[in-house]
């Protein structure tokens, strides 16, 4: 866990690590929403197909995040 401190405008740096691993650059898009008592920033991709090629190698599927997600979704 990485700690970050807020700006007076309430900005945040994500470690570069994070954004490596990420590939998040200049321009890219970012949902933020609370979930709970939390508050979850989640990549969205300009070409969804072809940026997410090979994301889930490993661990779960894709159908089974998928309807995760839906599910979590519809609770909101």
């Not at 970050?4 to 691993?21: C, H, L, N, S, W």
Request: hydrophobic share 40%; charged share 40%.
């Amino acid at each position: 866990m990485t700690i970050v401190t807020a700006t007076e405008k309430g900005q945040v740096v994500i470690p570069a690590d994070i954004r490596k691993k990420h590939r998040i650059v200049k321009g890219t898009k970012l949902a933020i929403f609370e979930k709970d008592d939390e508050i979850v920033i989640r990549l969205l991709f300009k070409e969804p197909v072809k940026e997410a090629r090979g994301f889930f190698k490993e661990g779960k599927s894709a159908l089974q995040t998928l309807v995760k997600d839906r599910r979590e979704e519809a609770k909101r």
